[in-house]
């Protein structure tokens, strides 16, 4: 198995994420999110490179879903929340996204995950959900509300 065929398996995301992450070149299909082009110095050579102008990682499936149709941000998010995201995915999706987020949920293991993904890489920025979104009980499952399909239901 390929380095990138491993990034792809281990990582979940979009389609142009997923394709980015196979090795293909950074493209978007939705042009409600977009690309941009940096520089990039090696050395003393600059290279121009096309990457997604926001990526944000999400703790789950359905919280990457809402958090796509709802920004302009192409999105990913590993097979487990609970796991700690390797560096070399997180210098492969530097290498793919010009700016990196990181949204889990509001409950003990979201923001425990959050804050050590932040600390091990401190040039990603955290986004935190409203503390008040705790105070409202999800129709769902009648518990306390936490993430950011909860949010979107509640604030949108």
């Known amino acids: 198995m390929s380095r990138d065929e491993e990034l792809s398996k281990y990582m979940y995301g979009d389609s142009d994420v997923m394709r980015a992450l196979a090795g293909e070149p950074v493209e978007t299909r939705d042009p409600s999110h977009p690309t941009v082009t940096v520089t990039v110095k090696e050395g003393r050579n600059r290279t121009e490179v096309k990457k997604f102008k926001r990526l944000i990682i999400c703790s789950g499936p359905r919280d990457a879903i809402n958090v796509y149709f709802h920004s302009d941000a192409h999105v990913c998010y590993p097979h487990s929340e609970g796991v700690d995201i390797p560096?070399?995915?997180?210098?492969?999706?530097r290498e793919i996204a010009n700016e990196i987020f990181i949204l889990y949920d509001i409950d003990k293991t979201g923001m425990k995950?959050?804050?050590r993904l932040a600390m091990r890489f401190l040039d990603l920025k955290v986004i935190y959900?409203?503390?008040l979104l705790k105070q409202i009980r999800s129709p769902r499952t009648g518990k306390p509300c936490k993430d950011a399909e909860e949010y979107f239901n509640h604030f949108p």
């Open 129 to 131: 959900l409203p503390q």
């Open 113 to 115: 995950m959050a804050n």
């Open 87 to 93: 560096a070399r995915i997180i210098f492969r999706l």
